[in-house]
């Protein structure tokens, strides 16, 4: 091999058999990228004499053995991946010498023992992947002592202890997820911690106190006597007791109410929330009596209005459904199964429901949403362009559109990884996707969604379920494996989201009469990565650029490329696997956030 070569690109094939110890000898060596393919065996501790080595990435084969120590004493060491193998024994302490380590991942594999303390020594992470091994012991309160840490993710293993105040005394900490442990004590309340949607604590039984959207119970203290400890148990049981006759009162109340109203209205339960009660006449004063003036959009079961409750003024999006349309009932009630059990900033936000009877005293189902005033992602790409308009309404940014993919990503994620029960969206495209007045993306319509049978399996292509739907998703859109009635899971949402990241970035719809002949808007970016991004991106990417307002068409600069070409290798990734194979939301999202930090780093 050549003394020279500076960068290995292998992913994506069937390589089998042992990584080759030469490359050891490649002493200019700075990118080793070796995901997707079926090695086995150890990975090499002769790696160490790579001195220049930056990425070094073998995710998604099958190595086993320990993690060499070597790695770690690599003086340009910046990102290491070596997630989904079988990896076993424990994390060398000699983590702490990789002071220039941005990101660390070793999600599913084998990783016992405990978390080293020394990880607090890698001053420069920004993002730790630990999820889904068998770590045991404590979280080191050294890890609070990372001053640039984004990430960290500990979720699905065998901790235990306390959380560390010191996490929350990060100011650039952005998610913290230790769900499915075994953590007690009080969840602090500082920093992060106010922030439920951010951090993940799920499947931890010992965890008590925090912020009051936790629903975790107080924590409590000892009387110091005996006396204190009866009284203390006396009380318990008259709670209690009192508890049990409020809440059966409160049932016989509601059963009387709703016998009463003959089915007048239905609405939601949520995190601490009281959702309005509803009923038919309020939703035909606040739409102007279903005007086609209020009506902003219609989907597969029905229509959509704007509109404003008579009960607090403020604009809402009303989802009428159409119940004459096969399959719009099954819809109504999978939205309302779905929304009444998620919460994210990224998602749209659910004011209430209603299953009544209208004027005619036929069937009435509508959903209430919290109106979102930028419009869905498909306006924002194509409105113009259809219309013909050169306006700044078609100009969105790289970083505007690097932005958006990020919190489509975290929804997903959100989805998939942090609730009680894994969602799967089934239905993720543009329209789907809203902006409110800053840009910030959320993702609704959850008519398809369903809820995976396995919901703590880490990979994202297992426990499938199976739909009587034709096809579960928009054609375009909807995973090759979802086709027909075929099966579901978290994979099929991120074969969708790869799409639209394709297609964010090309602007151009995967269903555009280009793509024929057994070439899609995937094969398509395929076929042109990377010497040939520039060359098929939308071109206002090329003209973002103060000399674009003289009229001056130049080349995209390199630092732009580079992010091209990393968020499309996603698309492609997200896209070109087996089900199996894809990476899951956690992954991608945090893939995403680096490529966004480094961006905005460099402008």
């Known amino acids: 091999m050549s003394q020279k070569l500076q960068q290995i690109y292998l992913y994506d094939n069937s390589f089998t058999g042992f990584i080759p110890v030469s490359l050891s000898n490649l002493s200019r060596l700075g990118i080793l990228n070796l995901s997707s393919n079926k090695f086995t065996g150890d990975i090499p501790p002769s790696l160490e004499r790579l001195q220049m080595l930056q990425y070094l990435y073998i995710p998604y084969n099958s190595l086993h053995g320990n993690v060499p120590k070597g790695i770690f004493r690599i003086p340009a060491i910046s990102e290491i991946n070596l997630s989904f193998n079988n990896l076993d024994g424990p994390l060398p302490v000699e983590i702490g010498n990789a002071k220039q380590l941005l990101y660390f991942a070793l999600t599913s594999n084998k990783i016992s023992g405990n978390i080293p303390n020394t990880m607090g020594n890698c001053e420069s992470l920004e993002d730790i992947e630990l999820s889904s091994n068998i770590f045991r012991g404590g979280i080191p309160t050294s890890l609070g002592n990372i001053r640039g840490l984004r990430i960290l993710n500990c979720s699905h293993n065998n901790l235990t202890g306390s959380i560390p105040l010191s996490l929350g005394n990060s100011q650039y900490i952005e998610k913290l997820d230790f769900s499915f442990n075994h953590l007690e004590g009080e969840v602090p309340t500082n920093g992060i911690f106010k922030n439920i949607t951010a951090v993940g604590i ?28 009866k009284l203390f148990n006396v009380l318990k049981v008259v709670v209690l007791v009192v508890g049990m006759v409020s809440i059966t009162m409160a049932i016989f109340f509601i059963l009387f109410r709703r016998r009463k109203q003959k089915r007048r209205t239905i609405s939601l339960p949520s995190y601490c929330r009281q959702f309005p009660e509803v009923s038919f006449n309020d939703i035909a004063r606040a739409t102007n009596g279903f005007s086609l003036s209020n009506l902003i959009g219609r989907g597969g079961y029905g229509s959509v209005y704007q509109g404003k409750l008579s009960q607090d003024g403020n604009e809402i999006a009303i989802k009428v459904f159409n119940l004459e349309i096969r399959g719009a009932t099954k819809s109504f009630f999978a939205e309302c199964n779905t929304l ?32 979102v005033p930028g419009g869905d992602l498909h306006r924002l790409l ?57 840009m910030t993306a959320r993702v609704g319509d959850f008519g398809l969604a369903k809820f995976k049978v396995d919901s703590a399996a880490p990979s ?3 426990s499938y379920t199976t739909s009587s739907v034709a096809i579960n998703g928009t054609i375009g859109y909807v995973a090759p494996e979802c086709a027909e009635g075929g099966q579901i899971s ?49 071109p206002e990417l090329l003209q973002d650029r103060p000399e674009f307002h003289q009229e001056t068409i130049v080349a995209i600069n390199a630092k732009d490329l580079n992010c091209l070409v990393s968020v499309l290798n996603i698309g492609l990734f997200c896209t070109k696997l087996s089900p199996n194979e894809r990476p899951n939301m956690q992954e991608v999202a945090a893939r995403l956030h680096r490529i966004k930090a480094a961006y905005i780093r460099g402008n």
């Open 490 to 538: 978290t994979a099929s949402d991120v074969y969708s989201f790869g799409i639209i990241l394709l297609e964010i970035f090309l602007r151009k719809r995967p269903t555009d009469d280009m793509f024929k002949d057994g070439v899609g808007i995937a094969k398509y970016v395929e076929m042109n990565f990377p010497t040939g991004i520039s060359e098929i991106v939308d």
């Open 382 to 438: 194509y409105t113009a362009q259809d219309y013909g308009c050169s306006s700044d309404l078609s100009r969105i940014t790289l970083a505007q559109r690097l932005s958006i993919a990020v919190d489509v990503a975290d929804a997903l994620e959100y989805l998939h990884h942090n609730n009680q029960g894994t969602i799967v969206h089934c239905d993720i495209k543009p329209s789907n996707i809203l902006l409110d007045g800053s």
């Open 460 to 462: 994202s292509g297992g």
């Open 340 to 371: 009444r059990n998620i919460r994210h900033r990224n998602l749209v936000h659910t004011i209430t429901a209603c299953s009544s009877i209208d004027s005619n005293g036929n069937d009435f189902k509508a959903l209430v949403y919290e109106f």
């Open 202 to 229: 799920g499947g931890n039984q010992g965890l008590c106190g925090g912020a009051l959207e936790f629903h975790l119970l107080a924590c409590s203290v000892k009387p110091s006597n005996s006396t204190k400890d």
